[in-house]
């Protein structure tokens, strides 16, 4: 972990909806943009016959811990999913450009050995803007003004690159593109007061709009 820096605090949560039944499952990986968006996902999914599970964490994917968590989580379902969505970039681990794009490739490669042929919806983090409140309040909403913070740089380069790595298509994996970041810069009105994360209104937009990606990306692959 010697390139790795923790953040004041580090968190890991592992969530498993109709842990009681057997449905066809899909994994969400994120942090706490997908812990706000992760039921609004389910209810929307759960209409089609399906359901989901969730790795939810602020490491960055340079920390050597992250992957041994998801195939924790893998694991837990015998490694069968239906389909896999990622959406990474809020948690950095002071990785540089060049740094995140390679451990993003390397993470893809991973998960999908371990899930081979499970289609992978791939996103970045939304958009980092700057609040007109403290970290912690969440019952306002943001100004509807958008005036970016630095962290939205990393953000924007990293978007770059997943659609690059998408279109280029070199890792040959069943990789498809949901872009939360131009979705949310829609919907800056739906901020809380921190600047990051969102309403219920906000996770309701974006939940939705997740769901109906990954059942879209489920249909092409049956049909």
Not at 21 to 31: S, W
Not at 88 to 107: D, F, I, P
Not at 124 to 141: H, L, Q, R
Request: charged share 30%; proline share 4%; with cysteine.
């Amino acid at each position: 972990m010697d390139s790795y820096q923790n953040e004041r605090i580090e968190w890991s949560r592992v969530w498993r909806e109709d842990s009681d039944v057997q449905l066809p499952r899909v994994l969400l990986i994120g942090d706490s943009i997908i812990d706000g968006s992760k039921h609004n996902i389910y209810e929307r999914l759960k209409k089609d016959g399906y359901t989901s599970s969730a790795y939810i964490t602020s490491k960055g994917i340079n920390n050597p811990f992250y992957f041994r968590e998801l195939e924790m989580v893998c694991a837990q379902e015998d490694y069968n999913y239906t389909a896999v969505y990622l959406q990474y970039g809020g948690h950095s681990g002071l990785q540089s450009r060049e740094e995140c794009r390679s451990n993003y490739e390397t993470l893809l490669e991973d998960i999908s050995k371990m899930l081979p042929d499970t289609p992978i919806v791939v996103s970045p983090f939304t958009p980092w803007t700057k609040g007109n409140g403290t970290e912690g309040e969440y019952d306002t909403p943001v100004t509807s003004r958008v005036e970016f913070t630095e962290n939205n740089k990393f953000i924007t380069n990293l978007r770059e690159d997943i659609i690059d790595i998408v279109e280029k298509n070199e890792l040959d994996i069943d990789l498809h593109f949901f872009d939360a970041y131009s979705l949310m810069l829609e919907h800056n009105d739906l901020k809380c007061p921190d600047g990051v994360h969102y309403l219920p209104e906000g996770y309701y937009v974006l939940g939705t709009a997740i769901a109906e990606k990954i059942i879209e990306v489920i249909k092409e692959k049956e049909n």
